[in-house]
């Protein structure tokens, strides 16, 4: 029989199941996943083959290597750049807050609800490509701008309130 089209093995499930567990993979994480795994075509892994498996066991025990094409390495550190400012704005519109390592992880959950729920991609930020992290840095400047309007028309309108109160 072909590895290929051979199905899961019942000890595969289960080692993957358990590390998705340990892990602690929601199940919409578990499902991008084995969908981005298997270019969309599952997103169980009750519907991947032996080969998907081994390939996921190998990602979630950080035995695999990233395919590399030509300019991967350009691209991962535009990909750097981009996150780096989507992070810089989360703090700046006040989404984001803290410097211990516990803090930094509530904030990258934080951004990966904020992107997967109201994000123009709909996507946690490790799953983006580089357009779609630069859509999404364009929507969080967006919002910075408009925080900024609303902090100046709120200073033009408290100073005008307080000339008003000395007369």
């Given at each position: 029989m072909d590895y290929k089209s051979k199905t899961i093995t019942p000890a595969q499930l289960k080692k993957i199941q358990t590390m998705f567990t340990?892990?602690?993979f929601?199940?919409?994480?578990?499902?991008n996943l084995i969908g981005r795994l298997t270019d969309g075509r599952a997103t169980s892994t009750k519907d991947i083959?032996?080969?998907?498996?081994?390939?996921?066991i190998n990602h979630l025990t950080g035995k695999s290597e990233?395919?590399?094409?030509?300019?991967?390495?350009e691209n991962q550190?535009?990909?750097r750049k981009v996150v780096s400012c989507i992070y810089r704005i989360a703090y700046d519109i006040g989404m984001c807050y803290g410097d211990t390592p516990e803090d930094k992880l509530m904030n990258c959950a934080k951004i990966n609800r904020f992107c997967r729920e109201r994000g123009t991609v709909k996507k946690n930020i490790s799953q983006m490509t580089l357009q779609e992290l630069r859509?999404?840095?364009?929507?969080?400047?967006?919002i910075l701008r408009k925080s900024l309007?609303?902090?100046?028309?709120q200073l033009i309108k408290n100073t005008i309130n307080q000339k008003v109160t000395l007369k």
């Open positions: 340990r892990i602690g929601e199940k919409e994480d578990k499902m083959t032996f080969d998907e498996a081994a390939r996921l990233p395919q590399r094409t030509s300019g991967w390495r550190e535009e990909a859509k999404t840095r364009r929507q969080f400047e967006s309007d609303n902090s100046v028309k």
